[in-house]
């Protein structure tokens, strides 16, 4: 059964910084596109960023846009989200997710496998 483990999450102040990490076991995780979706309380759970399987294409929600960065190294089965620059509206749980579609995906109706979420708090 495939599993995605985050882990990275936290309290943290305005302006500061955290970088989250997402591990990935019982996949082909070279093959598979990558994602990050936040779910803050109260509101669906949205689209954060993405990264194709080799890592040569990413996208991001403009929100977050020149403030996170995904990146992954395939030969640790892993993603990640260094979020710099953090507001208090960021604050969500947050959740990777791994798809078997090869190319940028950006709704979550189109991911197949979902972690179970790392919390990250800013506050103000």
């Known amino acids: 059964q495939v599993q995605l483990v985050e882990s990275g999450g936290g309290l943290v102040q305005a302006g500061g910084s955290l970088k989250l990490s997402c591990v990935a076991s019982?996949?082909?995780?070279?093959?598979?596109?990558m994602g990050w979706f936040r779910q803050a309380p109260g509101k669906e759970r949205e689209f954060v960023a993405t990264i194709n399987y080799s890592g040569t294409s990413t996208y991001y929600t403009d929100s977050v846009k020149g403030r996170f960065t995904i990146s992954r190294d395939n030969a640790k089965n892993t993603v990640y989200l260094q979020m710099k620059s953090l507001k208090p509206e960021d604050t969500a749980v947050y959740y990777c997710a791994a798809t078997n579609l090869r190319s940028i995906v950006k709704s979550t109706t189109l991911y197949d496998y979902w972690g179970q979420g790392t919390q990250v708090t800013v506050s103000s």
């Open positions: 019982r996949l082909t995780f070279s093959s598979v596109t």
